[in-house]
């Protein structure tokens, strides 16, 4: 007997994209830059995110929507540092976020008041990478209790990201990692990264990070 194949994902990838682009459009003429925050669990990005809210929330306009498997934790914590709704979007499971929970996202923003989007995606290097959710630009966020060889195995995602966040730096003194070495491996994955180095617990290296928001917002603006 004959087998046939059905492409069940191309179907379900091909529609994500074209949710994406929808989602891209809306920003774009709304004059809103987005960034995706991709990590591993722990790399600190929610502690980073409750710096900036707290540092640039109102100056910038942010608005975030948050991925978890299973709580909104993050989206409380963050939404401690704000007036503003933070949107909660709990996988039930999935080790993503797709374009469709941003898309429904949006409905409850006002991108009239929003000059920055941050999108927390779930903590993983693998799933997020191949979904597009109609953001600016993927930034991976990495820490300094992770290996250097993170960039080389998962390849993938820092190849799509555009940006990378070294964090939790002040720990350098007291862990076994090669700043220089994570830095080349990522290279060597994708030699067009920008690096920021910081520490979103004592604050080293936020300023670069905040200078760089204020650019990427006026860019959008500007358009």
């Given at each position: ?81 704000t007036d503003r709704l933070v949107q909660a979007v709990v996988t039930g499971g999935a080790c993503h976020l797709d374009a469709r929970q941003v898309q429904m996202a949006l409905e409850a923003i006002d991108l009239g008041v929003t000059r920055l989007l941050f999108i927390e995606n779930v903590g993983n290097l693998v799933c ?96």
């Open positions: 007997m004959a087998v046939r194949t059905i492409e069940v994902r191309e179907r379900v990838m091909a529609k994500n994209d074209e949710l994406a682009a929808d989602v891209r459009g809306r920003l774009v003429a709304s004059k809103v830059a987005s960034f995706n925050l991709v990590s591993s669990p722990g790399s600190g990005k929610t502690r980073l995110l409750e710096r900036t809210l707290a540092a640039l929330g109102e100056e910038l306009g942010i608005a975030v929507v948050t991925g978890d498997v299973q709580t909104q934790n993050d989206a409380d914590r963050l939404a401690q540092h997020p990478a191949a979904w597009d959710l109609g953001e600016t630009a993927k930034i991976a966020v990495l820490s300094v209790t992770e290996g250097e060889d993170k960039p080389l195995k998962y390849p993938r995602m820092f190849r799509e990201a555009r940006y990378a966040v070294l964090n939790k730096i002040d720990l350098l003194p007291y862990v076994p990692f090669d700043l220089d070495k994570a830095v080349a491996f990522a290279r060597q994955v994708n030699p067009d990264l920008q690096f920021f180095f910081t520490s979103a617990h004592t604050g080293e290296g936020l300023e670069s990070w905040f200078a760089f928001l204020r650019e990427q917002v006026a860019a959008a603006s500007a358009r």
